[in-house]
């Protein structure tokens, strides 16, 4: 499920606990020690910890992942803190692309279909607390989830416009076609005659004549 559990009984807070993170130097474990040299010493304070696993800036073992590192840029910080959330919370965002833009209320009546039943209305009424002060800390100006890349349209088979029998019968592709039948334009006849030997000159008039009379 793509619904962050953890919430904090401080969503008052969550600037204050974000804004620590940049003024400090990242640990190699986030600690509930890390988080009391921050100035957290409530218990109720801990529960942060919890929220920032599930918002993918520490690994279940409390070490900074790169979201962590991402968020150390100022210019980027809140931008990086809504990339976060929506994948923390990526069911909310699959009912509304803009549910950063909830209220509590709303939050909460979106929370008790997506939990169905799993949740006290307690609890749910305390992640949407936490999900709204945190919304209201990031940055969604121009902050979605990654792009989809664009599919390549299908390239469509060039069109045959030649007969595929063409080749082997030797008729070039600019010759006149219709259906079912062959038409050749411009068509030239070359005959070989072998005339025969003889000085008789009434042999090769008889030829002659019968070319004419026979192919005009």
């Known amino acids: 499920m793509g619904l962050a559990e953890s919430y904090t009984l ?3 807070a969550v ?3 974000f804004d620590a993170i940049l003024d400090a130097q990242p640990p190699e474990r986030f600690s509930l020690k890390f988080l009391e040299n921050l100035g957290f010493t409530s218990t109720n304070d801990r529960l ?11 690994n ?3 070490a900074p992942q790169h979201r962590y590192f991402e968020f150390l840029d100022r210019s980027q910080s809140k931008k990086v803190l809504a990339e976060g959330i929506r994948e923390g919370f990526s069911d909310l965002f699959a009912i509304n692309t803009k549910a950063n833009g909830y209220s509590v209320e709303e939050t909460k009546n979106k929370l008790r279909t997506l ?6 209305d307690l609890v749910i009424s305390n992640i949407a607390k936490t999900f709204k002060a945190l919304c209201d800390y990031a940055d969604f100006s121009g902050s979605s989830a990654s792009p989809k890349k664009e599919k390549t349209p299908k390239q469509e088979p060039a069109e045959q416009t030649q007969d595929p029998g063409a080749e082997a019968t030797g008729i070039n592709e600019h010759q006149p076609m219709t259906t079912g039948k ?13 005339l025969p030997e003889t000085r008789d000159q009434a042999v090769f008039d008889a030829i002659f004549k019968s070319l ?4 005009g």
């Open 182 to 194: 062959i038409r050749v334009s411009g068509l030239q006849y070359h005959i070989n005659i072998v």
């Open 48 to 58: 942060f910890i919890g929220i920032l696993k599930d918002l993918g800036f520490l």
């Open 10 to 12: 401080k969503p008052n």
């Open 60 to 62: 279940r073992d409390g």
């Open 212 to 215: 004419r009379d026979h192919l």
């Open 115 to 120: 939990f169905a039943g799993k949740k006290t």
């Open 15 to 17: 600037p204050a606990y």
